[in-house]
Each structure stands twice: as structure tokens, then as C-alpha cells.
């Protein structure tokens, strides 16, 4: 596997590449939508000030299906089918409030549509332990907090986990 370029493209252009509809926050990966309005504004002025220089990072469903039927991964094709079945094309790696707040950004500001970009990144071609690695990786050599090393450890039993809380969080 060789790492992807980190292309920038205008907002107009993002909005077409990875719409809301063909993104997927897969719960291994991100955190639900967490950000206050703070986040939000010092996100869009970045994107103003044309330094926001973290790129979105985005794994492609299909690519990603087809690696695997090809090594025999039947769990892992399972797992990307599943989303491809939910009419997904991509899964958010990194930047899945960053994704969401790009697009209010686009909504609120026509004016910058074309002027002002964001960089971004399509890994293709992975199976689930590699996806998990390039997570882990991202963190620019910090370790990952508690709640994120939970979030995103690989295997049966953190799913178990996740499903669990899930189910019991009305308790909370």
C-alpha cells in the first residue's frame, strides 16, 4: 500500500465528491457529532483563512470490497458491503465533524464555494486491520485519548462492547 496524495479541492467540488448522502461515520472510526459552535467557527475561519491544513481523510467502499473478495477477507468484504448496501461510497477515517461542518460551510457562505478548498485524502484498496492501523497512525504520533482507543481497538469483543453500550444507553 502506498499512501495517497493529498489533492485540495473547492467547496463546490467536495460537495460533489463526498456528498452527506455518500459519507459514512462508522462507529469504530468517529465519534458522533461533538462539536460546539466554537469548533464550527474557528473550522470555517480556517477554511477562510485558506489554512485548514488537515486533510479529510475518506476510505472508498468499493475499492475497498473488491480488495478484499480478491485476498478471500470475507469479513471484511461483509463489512464494506454492508455500507455500500446502505448506498455509501466512502467511510470517514479522520475529520468526520470537520466533513459535516465543510458542508454547514458550503450552505452558509455561497460566496466562498469557489475560492476556498480543502484538502483531502481517498485510501483505497485496505482491509479492516490496515484501516485500523492508518486510524491509530493518524493521531500525528500522539497516542490516542481513552474514550478513541476504545472507539477504535479491532475486533469482535469492542464490537460487542459498542452494541452493548448502545442498547443500555438509555439507562444513562
Given at each position: 500500500?502506498?499512501?495517497?496524495k493529498?489533492p485540495?479541492?473547492?467547496l463546490r467540488e467536495?460537495?460533489?465528491?463526498f456528498?452527506?448522502?455518500?459519507?459514512?461515520?462508522?462507529?469504530?472510526?468517529?465519534?458522533?457529532?461533538?462539536?460546539d459552535?466554537?469548533?464550527?467557527v474557528?473550522?470555517?475561519?480556517?477554511i477562510?483563512?485558506?489554512?485548514?491544513i488537515?486533510?479529510?481523510?475518506?476510505i472508498?467502499i468499493?475499492?475497498?470490497?473488491?480488495?478484499?473478495?480478491?485476498?478471500?477477507?470475507?469479513?471484511?468484504?461483509?463489512?464494506?458491503?454492508?455500507y455500500?448496501?446502505?448506498?455509501?461510497?466512502y467511510?470517514t477515517?479522520?475529520?468526520?465533524?470537520?466533513?459535516?461542518?465543510?458542508h454547514n460551510?458550503?450552505?452558509?457562505?455561497?460566496?466562498?464555494?469557489?475560492?476556498k478548498h480543502?484538502?483531502?485524502?481517498?485510501i483505497k484498496g485496505?482491509?479492516r486491520k490496515t484501516?485500523?492501523?492508518?486510524?491509530?497512525r493518524v493521531?500525528?504520533?500522539?497516542?490516542?485519548?481513552?474514550?478513541e482507543?476504545r472507539?477504535?481497538?479491532?475486533?469482535?469483543?469492542s464490537?460487542?462492547?459498542r452494541?452493548?453500550?448502545?442498547?443500555?444507553?438509555?439507562?444513562?
Amino acid at each position: 500500500m502506498s499512501l495517497a496524495k493529498l489533492p485540495q479541492c473547492t467547496l463546490r467540488e467536495f460537495r460533489k465528491m463526498f456528498p452527506k448522502s455518500k459519507v459514512v461515520r462508522c462507529k469504530k472510526f468517529n465519534r458522533k457529532d461533538c462539536w460546539d459552535l466554537l469548533d464550527h467557527v474557528r473550522w470555517w475561519e480556517s477554511i477562510r483563512k485558506g489554512m485548514n491544513i488537515n486533510p479529510l481523510i475518506y476510505i472508498e467502499i468499493s475499492s475497498c470490497m473488491e480488495y478484499c473478495r480478491v485476498k478471500g477477507l470475507d469479513n471484511d468484504y461483509l463489512y464494506y458491503k454492508h455500507y455500500a448496501d446502505e448506498g455509501y461510497e466512502y467511510i470517514t477515517l479522520e475529520g468526520g465533524n470537520r466533513h459535516d461542518s465543510t458542508h454547514n460551510f458550503y450552505e452558509q457562505e455561497p460566496q466562498n464555494r469557489d475560492d476556498k478548498h480543502v484538502n483531502y485524502c481517498v485510501i483505497k484498496g485496505v482491509d479492516r486491520k490496515t484501516m485500523h492501523d492508518l486510524y491509530r497512525r493518524v493521531a500525528y504520533g500522539k497516542a490516542p485519548n481513552r474514550q478513541e482507543q476504545r472507539t477504535g481497538i479491532f475486533g469482535v469483543v469492542s464490537d460487542l462492547v459498542r452494541k452493548t453500550a448502545e442498547k443500555l444507553s438509555h439507562v444513562w
